[in-house]
């Protein structure tokens, strides 16, 4: 997995002004500022350009390097202009870059999500912090507990594969079938089977 280079953190930044890149204790942190001078509140949709207040705003990125990545976000509040909304005032949010309540860019929860999915909590934890990613093996999966469920297909083959439990059964050969679902539409045939498998009759 190879790691960003500056090209990727522009890109990735695109929205923002980058008013410095500083690295201090193995860390890179980027201090940003919105590029745009007014917000739409999420409610109403009305833009705004009275800003209310101002607070920084820390969002862990991509390593960069192989060092890891901050972003500094000087976020800003606008108030709301529509009389009409309950949103008195709104933080800003920069497409691309923040979402409500986000710990992580968009770019680090897709590469800490592709991590869960393959190696789930402990073991993703361990080669996240081969990558300079700190992250707690619950983090990981919440991540992958909020990942879509696939989509439910029809089971066309069904393996079935008959192991003993204790010495001297019967069945202990391991014996093996394949069941297709097109042929065998209920269960007494994999019922049969598995008296077959343990020395039965099969009928």
Partial sequence: MRFRGFAAVAAALAGVVVESIERAAGTVTFCAHSAVPTARCPRCRVVSWRVHGRYARRLADAPVGGAPAVVELMVRRFKCLNPQCPAVTFAEQTEGL??????????LRTLLTSIAACLAGRPGA??????????AKGKLLELLRALPELPQISVRVLGVDDFALRKGDSYASRRGAVLHARRHRSAPQLCGYRRVGRGGSGQ
């Fill in 98 to 107: 923040t979402s409500p309540h986000a710990r992580y860019t968009p770019l």
């Fill in 126 to 135: 361990r080669l996240a912090a081969a990558l300079s990613i700190g992250v």
